[in-house]
DNA sequence: CAGCCTATTGACTCTCGGGTCAAAGTTTGC
DNA sequence: GCAAACTTTGACCCGAGAGTCAATAGGCTG
């Protein structure tokens, strides 16, 4: 009786501002701690611990560990999907200049900002049902972006491809896998690494012979 | 003292026999189970129920999940990995027909016979740093086979790659991901599937122009 | 069958982590 | 400056799962 409900009853003006920016607060932890670890091997303490602050605030903004882990990927995949859209929608140039693009932006934040984000796309069945349904629909969005340019490629014969969505998972599975064997690197090698991983990745679209 | 010690004191004969079955069957029962969801999501109540056993007989056998996890990985590992180099030292043909035949054997032992062995190689760090070296040390040999198909084809001229690491990282990645997007095809839509996956990955080889 | 290994059990401990809550602390608005 | 609303705390409950162990069952072997 004497606990503000979690979810409804919203409190107005500049209270809520408050509570609005906790609450990113809370998030942007959570992703930088779930990206780092996966789900499992993060507890609600973990995160507390993070903010200085104890368990039982978190229960205050949020229900429980899924809804935090939904809205955290949310939070996290709404900026970074927002920029490789953004980035598909401005780019000028030829599909294989802009395809190269997003595969350097996608990699350059999945290593850089985000250092083990991409985790979460890469092993969906260690979360809850929940969660593992938000990744797979950001999965879905990222996919979306790299498909249009791709059938832009391959309608002007800019590209060939064996076939466009396995062409897709091999470009997702390989940009996912590359924080974790070039988050180490120093920023110059890494940006050789980058380069080269995205060269790599082009010949997959290389119109034959 | 009333207690077999784990580890010394090895029983001879028919007895000893007896045990190396009994460890065999664990380690498979195991192996499955890790490569199905996990080290984290799969407890030794788990593993003994599919065993028809208590957990108290697992820590006869073993001394603990660590333990039974790297001799599980080292059971799984040993087959595949040889599977992989007989292959590789078995097949003839040009380089481009042996590393097609090997993308095809690596990917269809993950998707059909360890549904999602593969994931014991997603991410590694979910794991406990003994079983995590193993994992390494697994993938480190699987790498080994085709960066020598690889090598050959690249000395002949009949390859070429931006780069012999990040072709296999790439290579690597795709494959591994396999049983996640083929895993519930029909075997004959399975079987084209794969055909793709390979046919894709070729083309990272394939020589330019 | 008696005695000695081998194998298995089931009940137990202990820790960790999710989730709860009354009480106390802090801010805001009047 | 004070009451009401908002926020945080810390102690607590509970279940899950790793690991332990004395007791017991089940052979072999002389």
Redesign the interface.
Known sequence: MSRQPVEDAAPVGRVQRKRGRRVQEILSTAAELFGE??Y??VSLDDVAERLDVTKGSLYYYFPGKDELAVAAIETLGADWTGRLERLAATVEGPPHERLRALIREHVAIAVGEYP?AL?LF?????WPDDPRERIKELRRRHDQVFRGVLEEGLASGEFA???VE??L??M???M???P??CGGLESDAQER?LD??A???M??V?A??
């Open positions: 670890r996966g499992d091997a083990a985790r890469l092993v969906p069945s260690t491809v064996t076939g396995t062409t998972q091999c997702h599975a390989a996912a896998q590359a974790l064997w690494a080269e991983l060269d790599t990745l010949k997959l290389a034959a012979q």
